[in-house]
T-cell receptor, first 111, second 116 residues
Framework: GENVEQHPSTLSVQEGDSAVIKCTYS??????FPWYKQELGKGPQLIID?????GEKKDQRIAVTLNKTAKHFSLHITETQPEDSAVYFC??????????FGTGTRLTIIP | GAVVSQHPSRVICKSGTSVKIECRSL??????MFWYRQFPKQSLMLMAT?????????EQGVEKDKFLINHASLTLSTLTVTSAHPEDSSFYIC????????????FGSGTQLSVL
């Protein structure tokens, strides 16, 4: 699939504040958009995902929004905690085809 | 949730030897498994896709004779790095999807390979 642009590459947020990471894509076929959290020395962990027929999805402190017209989707983390510090990757795919990953965002929560 | 187990987590080997990495889906049947390579502070680079019972499909630039992938059962895939060299040192990660997981892709914990 075509590339996914992810911004910012690094993000530092005061504990308790919100963090937002944005990804943009260019193709029209992609219909599945997951977000992964990767801690140092570990594999990526699926934290939330959204399909193209939905504009927003929320799971406790984590939410994802999708604007399929503008071809961008964002991860929102509210009330950030130190354990939220990690590298976050967005990704996209069309159905069960292979995922295309963003370049990653290193999130640091400042106590 | 879906669990993917990967072993070993870390391996150190001498140049010229072969290393096998195992990836198992513990609570679902993995019809498709993916193998990735990740360099420090970089994103995941897809190496190959394997479907159970079929030959793996390799991404452009990945040597199929060097990175042997076997997906003989619905719960196990293996990656063998043959005649390893220092430049093969990297973090290798498997992932799997299958019955019941839909499009969701679940990852193993990764294997840090160091070739001396």
């Amino acid at each position: 699939g075509e590339n996914v642009e992810q911004h910012p590459s690094t993000l530092s947020v005061q504990e308790g504040d919100s963090a937002v990471i944005k990804c943009t894509y260019s193709d029209s076929a992609s219909n599945y958009f997951p977000w992964y959290k990767q801690e140092l020395g570990k594999g990526p962990q699926l934290i939330i995902d959204i399909r193209s027929n939905v504009g927003e999805k929320k799971d406790q402190r984590i939410a994802v929004t999708l604007n399929k017209t503008a071809k961008h989707f964002s991860l929102h983390i509210t009330e950030t905690q130190p354990e939220d510090s990690a590298v976050y990757f967005c990704a996209k795919s069309f159905g069960n085809e292979k995922l295309t990953f963003g370049t990653g965002t290193r999130l640091t929560i400042i106590p | 949730g879906a669990v993917v187990s990967q072993h070993p987590s870390r391996v150190i080997c001498k140049s010229g030897t072969s290393v096998k990495i195992e990836c198992r889906s513990l609570d679902f049947q993995a019809t498709t498994m993916f193998w990735y390579r990740q360099f420090p502070k970089q994103s995941l680079m897809l190496m190959a896709t394997s479907n159970e019972g079929s030959k793996a499909t390799y991404e452009q630039g990945v040597e199929k004779d060097k990175f042997l992938i076997n997906h003989a059962s619905l719960t196990l895939s293996t990656l063998t790095v043959t005649s390893a060299h220092p430049e093969d040192s990297s973090f290798y990660i498997c992932s799997a999807r299958g019955g019941g997981t839909g499009e969701k892709l679940f990852f193993g914990s990764g294997t840090q390979l160091s070739v001396l």
